[in-house]
């Protein structure tokens, strides 16, 4: 397997951990680079760790990772995004409107654990193909951190431009996400 090829596979695997990030932008209140480098590096970690995982998982666990993931990865954001939801909705003694905070280390744990259990599938994958993990996980884990840091960027910019509702959209994003995953695996 070729550089490009793993390259291609890496932004295949981080476009979840982009689309969390995205929402996180749009919602993270105050945007602070500490909390940035934290979510990115989160998601890169467990986007990077998780082949490995896989890797050394092999063939002997294939089924049982497969007949599951979907639904971990679905529950994990379903239980996020309803959470930002209901956190989301104007409160009478509020005075600050979003106060889910994406960046809390609880929060991001489900949120890694949900964005790269495909990533996991994938490493097994790699353990039939006999493919050194050196590489694939250097450039998955830079490729994760670096569209991650672009999309809480990008949603930084759109939180700006939306003010309420910021969280309310980023708990449906996320449910949207644990959706697609659930229709992916049962329809494939």
Not at 57 to 69: A, N, P, V
Not at 163 to 171: P, S, Y
């Amino acid at each position: 397997m070729g550089i490009f090829e793993i390259f291609l596979l890496a932004v295949g695997l981080s476009m979840d951990s982009f689309a969390v990030s995205l929402t996180s932008g749009v919602i993270l209140k105050p945007f602070r680079w500490t909390k940035v480098v934290k979510i990115a590096t989160f998601l890169a970690v467990f986007q990077g760790a998780m082949p490995l995982l896989g890797w050394w998982l092999g063939r002997g666990f294939q089924q049982y990772i497969q007949d599951y993931d979907h639904w971990v990865a679905f529950v994990l954001l379903l239980i996020l995004g309803s959470k930002m939801i209901v956190e989301g909705r104007p409160k009478k003694d509020e005075t600050c409107p979003c106060c889910f905070d994406p960046s809390k280390t609880r929060t991001l744990l489900g949120l890694s654990v949900a964005t790269s259990i495909d990533a996991l599938a994938v490493g097994i994958s790699f353990a039939f193909l006999k493919v050194d993990m050196c590489l694939p996980t250097v450039i998955i884990t830079g490729t994760t951190f670096t569209f991650s840091v672009l999309a809480l960027n990008i949603g930084r910019y759109f939180g700006r431009k939306l003010k309420t509702g910021a969280e309310i959209f980023g708990g449906i994003i996320l449910i949207l996400i644990g959706v697609k995953i659930l229709i992916e695996h049962l329809c494939a």
